[in-house]
């Protein structure tokens, strides 16, 4: 059964540059209260939004969920 609930999860999307500051932008968010829903540091979302880095695991299924549920989901 485990296996099959596995199989029906959607994958996560990638989120570049462009999507996470949509997102931001979105949500009126200043970065670093992004940053403070997401547990990370402001110069992380910073990089996210530069290129420089791309978000984890966690991270990335945070941004997902935001995207989907939308704030309340994250507070």
């Given at each position: 059964?485990?296996?099959y609930?596995?199989l ?12 996470i500051?949509?997102?931001r932008?979105r ?10 829903l997401l ?6 979302v ?5 290129g420089?880095?791309h ?5 990335q ?9 939308g704030l309340?989901?994250?507070?």
């Amino acid at each position: 059964m485990r296996e099959y609930d596995a199989l029906c999860l959607k994958a996560i999307p990638d989120y570049d540059a462009e999507r996470i500051r949509g997102l931001r932008e979105r949500y009126r968010l200043s970065q670093t209260v992004l940053a403070s829903l997401l547990n990370t540091s402001a110069s992380a979302v910073r990089q996210w939004e530069q290129g420089d880095k791309h978000p984890s695991g966690p991270s990335q299924k945070l941004l997902n969920l935001l995207e989907r549920k939308g704030l309340d989901a994250l507070i």
